[in-house]
Protein backbone atom coordinates (compact mmCIF):
# COMPACT_ATOMS: atom_id res chain seq x y z
CA UNK A 1 0.00 0.00 0.00
CA UNK A 2 3.05 2.09 1.14
CA UNK A 3 4.59 1.58 -2.25
CA UNK A 4 1.58 2.41 -4.48
CA UNK A 5 1.01 5.64 -2.34
CA UNK A 6 4.64 6.90 -3.32
CA UNK A 7 3.91 6.85 -7.01
CA UNK A 8 1.67 9.84 -6.36
CA UNK A 9 -1.11 8.39 -8.52
CA UNK A 10 -4.78 8.96 -6.75
CA UNK A 11 -5.69 5.84 -4.98
CA UNK A 12 -8.65 4.41 -4.07
CA UNK A 13 -8.53 1.33 -1.42
CA UNK A 14 -11.40 -1.62 -1.60
CA UNK A 15 -11.70 -3.72 1.81
CA UNK A 16 -13.17 -6.43 1.74
CA UNK A 17 -13.98 -8.03 5.23
CA UNK A 18 -17.15 -8.81 7.48
CA UNK A 19 -15.82 -6.68 10.90
CA UNK A 20 -14.08 -3.73 11.48
CA UNK A 21 -9.99 -3.42 10.76
CA UNK A 22 -7.68 -1.36 11.97
CA UNK A 23 -5.82 0.59 9.15
CA UNK A 24 -4.93 3.74 10.35
CA UNK A 25 -1.69 4.42 8.09
CA UNK A 26 -3.87 4.08 4.89
CA UNK A 27 -7.11 5.90 6.28
CA UNK A 28 -4.46 9.13 6.73
CA UNK A 29 -3.23 8.87 3.65
CA UNK A 30 -4.97 7.83 0.87
CA UNK A 31 -7.91 9.90 -0.56
CA UNK A 32 -10.44 7.20 -0.81
CA UNK A 33 -11.83 3.86 1.05
CA UNK A 34 -14.51 1.68 -0.04
CA UNK A 35 -15.69 -0.90 2.70
CA UNK A 36 -17.39 -3.34 0.37
CA UNK A 37 -18.27 -5.79 3.23
CA UNK A 38 -18.76 -9.07 2.23
CA UNK A 39 -21.08 -8.95 -0.98
CA UNK A 40 -23.14 -11.18 -3.15
CA UNK A 41 -22.87 -12.20 -7.23
CA UNK A 42 -23.79 -8.67 -7.96
CA UNK A 43 -20.83 -7.07 -5.89
CA UNK A 44 -18.45 -6.34 -8.91
CA UNK A 45 -21.39 -4.16 -10.49
CA UNK A 46 -22.03 -2.74 -7.50
CA UNK A 47 -18.59 -1.69 -6.64
CA UNK A 48 -17.94 -0.07 -10.23
CA UNK A 49 -21.02 1.90 -10.67
CA UNK A 50 -19.54 3.30 -7.02
CA UNK A 51 -16.10 3.92 -8.50
CA UNK A 52 -16.80 5.27 -11.71
CA UNK A 53 -19.23 8.01 -10.31
CA UNK A 54 -22.41 6.31 -11.88
CA UNK A 55 -24.11 5.89 -8.32
CA UNK A 56 -23.29 8.28 -5.18
CA UNK A 57 -22.97 5.96 -2.22
CA UNK A 58 -24.68 6.84 1.00
CA UNK A 59 -24.34 4.04 3.56
CA UNK A 60 -23.41 4.54 7.29
CA UNK A 61 -21.59 2.28 9.62
CA UNK A 62 -23.77 -0.31 12.01
CA UNK A 63 -20.62 -0.26 13.82
CA UNK A 64 -17.70 1.79 15.54
CA UNK A 65 -14.11 1.09 14.21
CA UNK A 66 -11.26 1.54 16.62
CA UNK A 67 -7.92 2.91 16.33
CA UNK A 68 -6.28 0.10 18.23
CA UNK A 69 -7.12 -3.17 19.55
CA UNK A 70 -7.11 -1.58 23.06
CA UNK A 71 -9.57 0.84 22.48
CA UNK A 72 -11.81 -2.61 22.32
CA UNK A 73 -14.75 -3.05 22.94
CA UNK A 74 -15.88 0.41 22.16
CA UNK A 75 -19.23 1.66 20.50
CA UNK A 76 -21.11 4.41 20.37
CA UNK A 77 -24.03 3.47 23.34
CA UNK A 78 -21.60 3.44 26.10
CA UNK A 79 -22.03 4.38 29.74
CA UNK A 80 -19.92 6.83 31.55
CA UNK A 81 -17.69 6.47 33.99
CA UNK A 82 -17.23 7.92 37.11
CA UNK A 83 -14.79 10.19 35.53
CA UNK A 84 -15.67 10.48 32.08
CA UNK A 85 -13.43 13.07 29.75
CA UNK A 86 -14.92 15.34 27.76
CA UNK A 87 -12.58 15.52 24.61
CA UNK A 88 -9.10 14.05 23.72
CA UNK A 89 -7.92 17.08 25.76
CA UNK A 90 -8.33 16.05 29.42
CA UNK A 91 -8.17 12.22 29.04
CA UNK A 92 -5.16 12.79 31.13
CA UNK A 93 -6.75 14.21 33.98
CA UNK A 94 -9.98 13.29 34.28
CA UNK A 95 -10.13 9.55 32.88
CA UNK A 96 -7.24 8.22 34.91
CA UNK A 97 -4.41 8.71 32.33
CA UNK A 98 -5.55 7.07 29.54
CA UNK A 99 -3.23 6.62 27.01
CA UNK A 100 -5.38 6.32 23.76
CA UNK A 101 -8.13 8.61 22.63
CA UNK A 102 -11.70 8.28 23.70
CA UNK A 103 -12.85 8.10 20.15
CA UNK A 104 -12.77 5.73 17.35
CA UNK A 105 -11.33 6.30 14.13
CA UNK A 106 -14.57 6.16 12.42
CA UNK A 107 -17.67 5.79 14.56
CA UNK A 108 -21.47 4.58 14.94
CA UNK A 109 -23.72 6.09 11.59
CA UNK A 110 -20.57 7.55 9.52
CA UNK A 111 -20.34 7.52 6.07
CA UNK A 112 -19.11 9.79 3.05
CA UNK A 113 -20.47 10.74 -0.17
CA UNK A 114 -19.46 12.23 -3.49
CA UNK A 115 -20.80 15.24 -1.72
CA UNK A 116 -21.43 16.89 1.53
CA UNK A 117 -23.71 18.15 3.77
CA UNK A 118 -24.50 20.79 6.12
CA UNK A 119 -26.44 20.90 9.41
CA UNK A 120 -28.40 23.68 11.03
CA UNK A 121 -28.74 24.14 14.55
CA UNK A 122 -31.95 22.23 16.28
CA UNK A 123 -34.69 24.04 16.73
CA UNK A 124 -37.54 22.69 19.70
CA UNK A 125 -41.18 23.17 19.79
CA UNK A 126 -41.20 23.16 23.47
CA UNK A 127 -38.09 23.04 26.20
CA UNK A 128 -40.27 20.53 27.94
CA UNK A 129 -42.46 17.59 27.48
CA UNK A 130 -45.23 16.14 29.54
CA UNK A 131 -46.44 12.59 29.32
CA UNK A 132 -49.20 11.95 26.31
CA UNK A 133 -47.68 15.14 24.51
CA UNK A 134 -44.54 15.20 22.32
CA UNK A 135 -42.07 17.89 21.02
CA UNK A 136 -40.48 18.63 17.71
CA UNK A 137 -37.33 18.40 16.89
CA UNK A 138 -36.04 20.03 13.84
CA UNK A 139 -33.05 20.59 11.38
CA UNK A 140 -32.31 22.09 8.28
CA UNK A 141 -30.39 20.03 5.94
CA UNK A 142 -28.02 21.25 3.09
CA UNK A 143 -26.38 19.56 0.16
CA UNK A 144 -23.35 21.84 0.08
CA UNK A 145 -21.33 19.42 -2.57
CA UNK A 146 -21.53 19.28 -6.37
CA UNK A 147 -23.40 16.41 -6.77
CA UNK A 148 -26.97 15.39 -6.29
CA UNK A 149 -26.88 12.64 -3.13
CA UNK A 150 -29.16 11.12 -0.20
CA UNK A 151 -28.07 11.39 3.50
CA UNK A 152 -29.26 9.78 6.93
CA UNK A 153 -29.80 12.35 9.21
CA UNK A 154 -30.10 10.29 13.04
CA UNK A 155 -31.62 11.22 16.00
CA UNK A 156 -29.81 10.83 19.02
CA UNK A 157 -30.99 10.65 22.76
CA UNK A 158 -29.85 10.76 26.48
CA UNK A 159 -31.19 10.81 30.05
CA UNK A 160 -29.24 12.74 32.03
CA UNK A 161 -29.89 10.87 35.26
CA UNK A 162 -31.41 7.85 35.36
CA UNK A 163 -32.56 4.78 38.24
CA UNK A 164 -30.65 2.81 36.45
CA UNK A 165 -27.38 3.88 34.51
CA UNK A 166 -28.33 5.28 30.85
CA UNK A 167 -25.80 4.92 27.78
CA UNK A 168 -24.31 8.41 26.98
CA UNK A 169 -26.19 8.10 23.48
CA UNK A 170 -28.82 6.27 22.22
CA UNK A 171 -30.03 6.16 18.63
CA UNK A 172 -33.76 6.29 18.42
CA UNK A 173 -35.07 7.73 14.69
CA UNK A 174 -33.38 8.34 10.61
CA UNK A 175 -34.60 9.54 8.39
CA UNK A 176 -32.90 9.60 4.61
CA UNK A 177 -33.53 12.01 2.66
CA UNK A 178 -32.51 12.62 -1.17
CA UNK A 179 -30.98 16.71 -1.81
CA UNK A 180 -30.10 18.05 -5.04
CA UNK A 181 -26.75 19.86 -5.18
CA UNK A 182 -27.81 23.11 -3.52
CA UNK A 183 -30.94 22.15 -2.16
CA UNK A 184 -31.87 22.40 1.40
CA UNK A 185 -34.82 20.23 3.28
CA UNK A 186 -36.15 20.36 6.90
CA UNK A 187 -36.31 17.43 9.04
CA UNK A 188 -38.54 16.63 12.11
CA UNK A 189 -38.39 14.14 14.16
CA UNK A 190 -41.46 13.14 17.36
CA UNK A 191 -40.36 12.95 20.53
CA UNK A 192 -42.51 11.50 23.32
CA UNK A 193 -42.33 9.34 26.37
CA UNK A 194 -42.17 6.10 24.26
CA UNK A 195 -38.65 6.95 23.28
CA UNK A 196 -37.46 7.47 26.94
CA UNK A 197 -38.55 4.68 28.22
CA UNK A 198 -35.83 1.32 29.73
CA UNK A 199 -35.96 -1.56 31.75
CA UNK A 200 -35.78 0.16 35.61
CA UNK A 201 -34.71 -1.70 38.42
CA UNK A 202 -37.71 -4.05 39.02
CA UNK A 203 -37.57 -4.79 34.79
CA UNK A 204 -40.71 -2.72 34.51
CA UNK A 205 -40.50 -0.73 30.79
CA UNK A 206 -40.57 2.63 32.56
CA UNK A 207 -40.09 6.56 31.97
CA UNK A 208 -38.70 9.11 34.30
CA UNK A 209 -38.82 12.59 34.91
CA UNK A 210 -35.48 14.31 34.32
CA UNK A 211 -33.00 16.38 32.36
CA UNK A 212 -32.33 14.97 29.01
CA UNK A 213 -30.60 15.75 25.93
CA UNK A 214 -30.87 15.10 22.05
CA UNK A 215 -28.59 15.13 19.08
CA UNK A 216 -29.40 14.97 15.71
CA UNK A 217 -26.29 14.95 12.77
CA UNK A 218 -24.98 12.38 10.11
CA UNK A 219 -23.46 10.25 12.33
CA UNK A 220 -23.18 9.36 16.34
CA UNK A 221 -19.79 11.68 16.82
CA UNK A 222 -20.40 14.82 14.65
CA UNK A 223 -24.00 15.89 16.06
CA UNK A 224 -25.84 19.27 17.06
CA UNK A 225 -27.15 19.31 20.27
CA UNK A 226 -30.29 20.49 22.35
CA UNK A 227 -31.66 20.26 25.77
CA UNK A 228 -35.47 19.58 27.33
CA UNK A 229 -36.87 18.33 30.59
CA UNK A 230 -39.49 15.66 30.99
CA UNK A 231 -42.29 16.52 33.60
Given at each position: ?21 I ?10 I ?7 T ?14 N ?12 E ?12 G ?6 S ?5 S????LS ?21 T ?11 I ?29 V??V????G ?36 GD ?20
Amino acid sequence: MKAIYATGKPVVVLINAGRPLIFNWTADHVPAILYTWWLGTEAGDAIADVLFGDYNPSAKLPISFPRTEGQIPIYYSHYNTGRPATSDSDRFYRSAYIDLSIYPKFPFGFGLSYTNFSYSDITLSSSTLKAGQSIKATVTITNTGNYDGEETVQLYLQDLVGSVVRPVKELKGFQKIFLKKGESKQVSFAIDVNKLKFYGPELKYIYEPGDFKLYIGGNSQEVKEARFILE
